[in-house]
């Protein structure tokens, strides 16, 4: 048989494509530096280093009867348990593998080829690669003291522009927006570009002046709110997240929706975590003080750090900054380079537990020191 080549066979906007680069994993470092997997602390992923909740694992455990049978393609329970908590209609909710699945499936709802989206300079990378699979075109807007400049993205708007996605707050850079900012953008924006808010880091920040944007939604139709159970609510593994918007973009997006596609441990353990407001008290304590903790150590050190309310801070290290990871890396920590986010000098460092912060900061004063 001829050989084919089935690169040149895919559609030229997947070609074009590099896939998303996560933070290495904990058995492929402890096997390429022979380390103990035990010992490697991974800062990479902004995941909750408290664990699940109890709850959840409760949940889960009962669900493991039921493993035979197709989840609830509704999603019923986690949809109601959703509503009642954040006071929406079962209607506005969809529900996610993960709330990347969201922002794709708002991606496929409205953007052809040659649409264009618009997103800022150092924001999360998936935006752009769910908008190329589909031919739509990435407008990028410079970002102001690292963080989101939604006066310029709203002016970025052309007859082509379909969607803007604003990360509140962002990552990698831990910048936020207000109230005041997020309302003015929304009235500049025309009604019929869809405004696409994630807020994965919702629950980690307390700032007065930071806006729910579950508030928006009556008075703009065109938002959609996402949030996730992978970083506050511990549960990334299980791939569960969710959007909020007007009834009318929600069944649109049931529609583009594979059936099935959030499982039914992750339906479970995401209910019964919803109703542990404890844990989340928790995890956000947890993050509160080591975040000061790693502040801290930098200021020690003498490096200079973009001030977050997510649970991850972006530090600089001007020059050395792949050096410093790999050297990280060496010594079973891992953290994630960002120069992808066109922060060349800059590391991310996901808040770990009191102990993982604190093995962190050694390793780093080490190599410093080096
Ligand atoms: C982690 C993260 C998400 C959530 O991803 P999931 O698919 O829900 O795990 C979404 N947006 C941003 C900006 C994130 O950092």
């Not at 924006?189 to 806006?211: G, H, I, K």
């Not at 159970?229 to 009834?247: D, I, P, W």
Request: net charge negative; aromatic share 8%.
């Amino acid at each position: 048989m001829d050989k084919v080549n089935f690169t040149e066979l895919a559609n030229s906007e997947i070609r074009s494509l590099s896939p998303y680069q996560p933070g290495k994993p904990i058995d492929e470092l402890a096997r390429e530096f022979n380390l103990n997997p035990d010992d490697v602390v991974k800062l990479a992923s902004n995941e909750n280093p408290m664990g699940p909740s109890d709850k959840a694992l409760l949940a889960i455990k009962a669900g493991l009867n039921n493993l035979t049978r197709y989840p609830d393609g509704n999603g019923y329970e986690l949809k109601l348990a959703l509503s009642n908590k954040l006071s929406i209609d079962i209607e506005q909710i969809t529900l996610g593998n993960g709330s990347s699945d969201i922002l794709e499936f708002i991606v496929k709802c409205f953007v052809s080829k040659e649409d264009e989206v618009i997103v800022s300079q150092h924001a999360f990378a998936i935006y752009g690669l769910v908008t190329q699979v589909v031919g739509g075109r990435v407008v990028q807007v410079p970002a102001k003291n690292w963080g989101h400049d939604l006066d310029a993205m709203a002016d970025a708007v052309t007859d082509k522009t379909k969607i803007i996605f604003v990360t509140n707050p962002n990552n990698p850079t831990g910048t936020w927006n207000s109230k005041k900012q997020l309302e003015a953008f929304l009235k500049k924006v025309p009604a019929n570009v869809v405004v696409l808010l994630d807020e994965a880091y919702f629950e980690y920040v307390d700032e007065t002046e930071y806006p729910s944007g579950l508030e928006y939604l009556q008075a703009f139709p065109n938002l959609v709110v996402t949030r996730t159970f992978s970083k506050a609510y511990g549960l990334a593994a299980l791939r569960v997240g969710y959007g909020v918007c007007s009834s009318e973009i929600a069944n649109l997006m049931n529609r583009v929706r594979p059936p099935f596609n959030v499982d039914t441990l992750a339906l479970a353990a995401a209910t019964a975590c919803l109703k542990d407001a404890n844990y989340v008290k928790q995890s956000k304590e947890l993050n509160d003080s080591g975040l000061a903790q790693l502040q801290a150590g930098f200021e020690q050190l003498n490096l200079s750090w973009i001030p977050s309310v997510g649970n991850f801070i972006c530090f600089s290290i001007p020059g050395r900054a792949m050096q410093i990871f790999q050297g990280l890396l060496s010594l079973g920590v891992i953290v994630r380079p960002v120069a992808n986010y066109e922060m060349p000098d800059h590391l991310r460092v996901s808040v770990g537990t009191q102990f993982e912060n604190q093995k962190f900061l050694l390793a780093l004063k080490n190599l410093l020191e080096a």
